[in-house]
């Protein structure tokens, strides 16, 4: 018999610590780092890692994936850009606790935050579960990367409140049944809580996600169960980057002494040197011994958007009115002069929103007037003689609204993108894969980060990136026994060609549920990913094996979940 499982031979060893990466063997045994050095032992399977680097497999903590991990146990493109576990659960979406009629609530907030289409949706999630214990259950032996979730205070929202919980704020007794309900959730496996009071994020019927009804009482009640129970991570989203968030987050991190996540710490063309202030802003709070870290992402966030689906203008009021119409009378009320002027007014107020208002940096990426393609909407207003917004909206009823359009309104700015990627305060990720699918696929924001960031503009050290995506996002979500490569380990390993690697751009699959399209993301210069001692991901190619594990948290109990 052998004697590693698997052998990786002559790579460069980058074990997620930080520590300086250094030449050596990692023999793989029943699923674990069975011994790391110089080995000579026997082996089922030998790969030659000569050249390549040998990485702890990556933990892409910000996904959207609670669903499709249900029809697509790989979380594709998950593991072409290293990443071996996934965490579910975010914004305050979840797909448990769930009561008996109580789904298509959930999916009413999924369809429309996280823009999955609705078909996928009701084909793909086989329901049946009712507590947040018995949806893990339903992954368990049904996963090919690790899959971790987090409880969403929408789901437990709706489960306690019905309807209701997108209508009002909760009473006493109902905030009692909500903290039950959390407990219950941590003790079946959830990794943490997660709310939302993004202003923006609406269901798909026009009304807020539940989550944004919570009061402060609600929302410290709920977040004094992990505290309590000392246990999970608190992931939040209010909206809106500003400066007057610190102090909550600040004041919850002090009140649970829990790990706070929030969203989001980017450079912003709409507020250039927010991301400044923010980094100084957070660090008097990391002195003093409280975690508030601050969510980015290593590739700018690019919104790929038409006016038949243009949640990218949510934040003004008279565009996110007409996106709830029917797509005839849109198309009517946006060559209404009336409506057009309104549309303009809401452009021009100068009250902060995320929404950048260059139409320098806004560009036409489909269109049937090939004088327009690749332009942005400030040279195409120029061509046509007009006003930008006038330009943008005409041009698209020109087009029967097809005309499809291209921003990024985060992280264009390379000085600033290397002060943030390289903070000690600041979490990388915020893939949000599994979200926004038919407008682009970020699952590559890890090979970014190795082939743009490290390779291509020296920005950190290969071992300070393996780190961020690795051991960083372990202990702050309290995986245990991951995120390093260390005997004892689970051998969840990525290796690749440091000289290579690099993100493909995103293409059309048409492998949704009910035959919806999405986006996907190969990669170039990942060569393996391995989880749990298999290998999943092998030059290009995906095994059908199913070696991931449901990843639970630190409270528990397999008793009384
Ligand atoms: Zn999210």
Redesign the pocket.
């Known amino acids: 018999m052998a004697e590693f499982d698997l052998l990786i031979k002559g790579g460069r060893i980058v074990d997620g610590s930080g520590l300086p990466g250094y030449i050596g063997d990692v023999g793989v045994r029943d699923g674990r780092v069975a011994e790391m050095g110089v080995l000579s032992g026997s082996a089922t399977r030998t790969i030659d890692a000569g050249g390549l680097v040998v990485a702890p497999g990556f933990i892409d903590h910000?996904t959207?994936l609670d669903a499709q991990v249900l029809w697509d146990p790989y979380a594709t493109s998950a593991p072409e850009h290293g990443v071996t576990s996934v965490i579910t659960g975010?914004?305050g979406?979840a797909l448990a606790p769930v009561g008996p009629g109580g789904e298509d609530s959930l999916v009413k907030s999924f369809v429309r935050v996280?823009t999955i289409p609705r078909k996928a949706l009701e084909e793909g999630v086989p329901w049946g579960w009712r507590s947040f214990g018995e949806y893990l259950n339903a992954l368990e032996g049904k996963l090919g990367v690790n899959v971790g979730a987090q409880a969403g205070h929408i789901a437990i929202r709706h489960r306690v409140m019905g309807e209701e919980a997108v209508e009002r704020t909760a009473t006493e007794d109902e905030i009692g049944q909500m903290c039950q309900l959390l407990r219950q959730a941590m003790e079946g496996g959830a990794m943490g809580f997660s709310t939302n009071r993004n202003p923006r994020h609406l269901r798909e019927d026009g009304k807020p996600v539940a989550s944004r009804l919570a009061g402060d009482d609600e929302l410290y009640a709920l977040c004094d169960v992990l505290a309590n129970m000392n246990a999970g991570v608190i992931q939040t989203?209010l909206g809106l980057s500003c400066m007057e968030h610190l102090p909550w987050y600040d004041a919850l991190a002090r009140r649970t002494g829990r790990p706070i996540t929030w969203?989001s710490l980017q450079h912003r063309w709409a507020d250039p040197d927010l991301w400044r202030q923010q980094l100084d802003g957070i660090e008097p709070t990391f002195k003093a011994g409280y975690q508030i870290y601050g969510l980015t992402n290593t590739t700018p966030l690019i919104r790929r958007f038409s006016l038949k689906n243009a949640q990218a203008f949510d934040e003004f009021p008279t565009w996110k009115n007409l996106t709830f119409l029917p797509e005839q009378v849109r198309k009517q009320a946006y060559v209404d002069p009336e409506t057009r002027a309104k549309m303009k007014a809401d452009i021009a107020d100068p009250r902060p929103t995320n929404f950048h208002r260059r139409w320098d940096l806004v560009n036409v990426i489909k269109t049937r007037d090939e004088r327009y393609l690749g332009k942005s909407v400030a040279e195409v207003a120029a061509i046509r003689d007009q006003e930008p917004v006038d330009a943008l909206i005409d041009l698209s009823v020109e087009e029967d609204l097809e005309t499809t359009f291209q921003s990024a309104n985060t992280g264009g700015d390379p000085e600033a993108m290397g002060h943030i990627l390289r903070s000690p305060y600041v979490l990388m990720g915020?893939s949000?894969a599994g979200?926004h699918v038919q407008f682009d696929a970020n699952f590559g924001y890890s090979t970014t980060l190795l082939g743009l960031w490290v390779r291509e503009r020296g920005a950190m050290s290969l071992e300070e990136a393996i780190f961020k995506l690795s051991f960083q996002v372990a202990s702050v979500y309290d995986i245990r026994d991951r995120g390093l490569l260390r005997p004892g380990y689970a051998a969840d390993v990525t290796i690749f060609d440091p000289a290579t690697v690099k993100p493909c751009e995103p293409e059309w699959a048409e492998d949704y549920p009910a035959r919806t399209r999405r986006m996907v993301q190969r990669s170039e210069g990942l060569h393996y990913t391995i989880v749990n001692g298999h290998v999943l991901y092998d030059d290009g190619k995906l095994s059908e094996q199913l070696p991931g594990q449901v990843l639970r948290g630190s409270a528990y109990s397999p008793v009384s979940s």
Do not use: G
């Open positions: 910000h959207h975010n914004c979406l996280e989203i969203q915020q949000d979200a």
